[in-house]
Every structure is written in C-alpha cells, then in structure tokens.
C-alpha cells in the first residue's frame, strides 16, 4: 500500500459521509434522537461515535493519546456535529497530504481510551482500522435510518470510483 492509496480511500471514505448525511438530514428529530438498542444506540449517538473515532484515530497519528471520545451531547444538534466533522475531515487531508509512503510501515505507540493499555502498530493499520471502521457504522447508520422509514443508498467504494475515476 502506498499513501497515494491511503488519501483515495479516505476521500471515498468522506464521500460516503457525505451520501450518507444526505441520508440524515431529511429526518425529524424525533428520528434522529429515536433510541436504539443496537450498536452505539440512536442515530445522533451513532453519527457523533462515527466522528469520534475518526477524531481519536487522527489524535493517535499525530502521537496523542486522548483519554476519551466526545460524548454525544457535546454535539447536540446535526449542524454542530456536521461542522466539527467538516473540520476533523479537513485535518485528515492536511495529514494525508504530508504522509509518505516510507512512514506507513513505522510502528506508532498509543494508550487506549480507559488509560490503562499501550499498543503499538504500523500506521497502514491504524489508517486501515479507522476507514473500516467508518464503513462498518455507516452501514449501522444505513440500517438504522432504514428502520425509521427514512432514504438510504449505497456506499460501496465502487460507485465513488466510478464517479471519481482516475
């Protein structure tokens, strides 16, 4: 794997964000706030653990431990969880643009969220847990808007290719 790859699969990883909140906004609050019993719980709690660990994993990158992921009333409403999202996405591209392909075999050492486990792992796997991570909630995502009678869509890598060819 190359970065060349690494910064494709994360701007297909922020299209499908973006398909996906396509998805959200035509949904009451109530639907949005609904509680769920599966995964992360409502659509606004799962949409806010999607942006955190996002958060979290470009923390750990840039060598920060931090010792939680925002809570979902930090972000109450979808206008604010849109804007930091926006804002944790610009800062993945600033990152993404500076990454070579000589650092993604480095082993990165991190403390986990409850404080008490150290890891170390190559940054490839790091950068590979985060994209499948934002692609297993987003199908969670997906479900769960389906189940409130709301739109969904696809958001397989091969629709952002072909719309995106290079």
């Known amino acids: 794997m190359k970065a060349v790859h690494y910064r494709r699969l994360f701007d297909y990883n922020n299209w499908a964000h973006r398909r996906v909140w396509d ?60 804007e930091h999202w926006d804002t944790i996405a610009a800062d993945w591209r600033t990152y993404l643009n500076g990454l070579r392909d000589a650092a993604l075999d480095g082993k990165l050492t991190f403390t986990s969220i409850n404080g008490r486990t150290q890891r170390t792992m190559p940054l490839w796997e790091m950068l590979t847990q985060i994209l499948n991570h934002s692609t297993d909630h987003r199908a969670q995502t997906l479900a ?23």
């Open 23 to 82: 998805c959200v906004t035509p949904l009451t609050d109530e639907q949005f706030r609904r509680p769920c019993d599966y995964s992360i719980g409502s659509l606004h709690e799962q949409l806010v653990h999607t942006m955190g660990a996002e958060w979290l994993f470009l923390q750990r990158v840039q060598g920060i431990s931090p010792t939680s992921i925002p809570e979902p009333d930090r972000y109450p409403t979808r206008e604010a969880i849109r």
């Open 144 to 166: 769960l808007i389906h189940q409130l009678g709301g739109k969904t869509l696809e958001q397989d890598f091969i629709f952002y290719a072909w719309e995106n060819p290079l």
